[in-house]
């Protein structure tokens, strides 16, 4: 990993990028990510806001409570999706596009996490404290 994103300290590998405003680890122990997380030193607005479970708990609710209003909606316009055949076949092509760009997907990395996986053990797969599989090139 190169120099300017992570610092080697007493055998731990610190990110130095910046996830946090002022610069300090946003958390040093497993109990900061559950208990004290500070929500409002991460860097980037938005993603602190995601990360709050209070937002992902009201998106949650809001999609639940959107749900019959959309479906109703849905009816009175008289889509019918089950026997619409453009939207069979739109939604036939949108997955065998997604299953095409997974094997893509799949067949290029497979063989960087295994040679990584036969060089360095399953530990530094799982793990990757050192960031090594993350610098390996296709």
């Known amino acids: 990993i190169s120099e300017a994103r992570t610092k080697k ?7 130095n990028s910046a996830a946090s405003s002022d610069g300090k680890p946003l958390a040093i122990s497993v109990q900061d990510l559950y208990l004290n997380f500070p929500y409002e030193r ?4 938005f993603v602190g806001l995601t990360l709050r479970p209070e937002v992902m708990m009201g998106l949650v609710l809001a999609y639940v409570a959107s749900k019959p209003a959309l479906t ?4 009175s316009s008289g889509f019918d999706g089950s026997k619409s055949q ?3 076949v739109a939604v036939a092509l949108h997955n065998i596009g997604l299953a095409l760009f997974s094997g893509i997907v799949m067949m290029n990395s497979w063989p960087v996490v295994l040679s990584h996986l036969s ?7 799982y793990c ?3 960031g090594s599989l993350w610098e390996q090139r296709l």
């Open 9 to 15: 300290t007493d055998e731990r590998v610190v990110p």
């Open 42 to 45: 991460v860097a980037d607005g």
């Open 72 to 75: 109703a909606i849905v009816k």
């Open 86 to 88: 453009a939207f069979f």
């Open 119 to 125: 060089r360095n053990g399953l530990d530094a797969v």
């Open 128 to 130: 990757d404290r050192d």
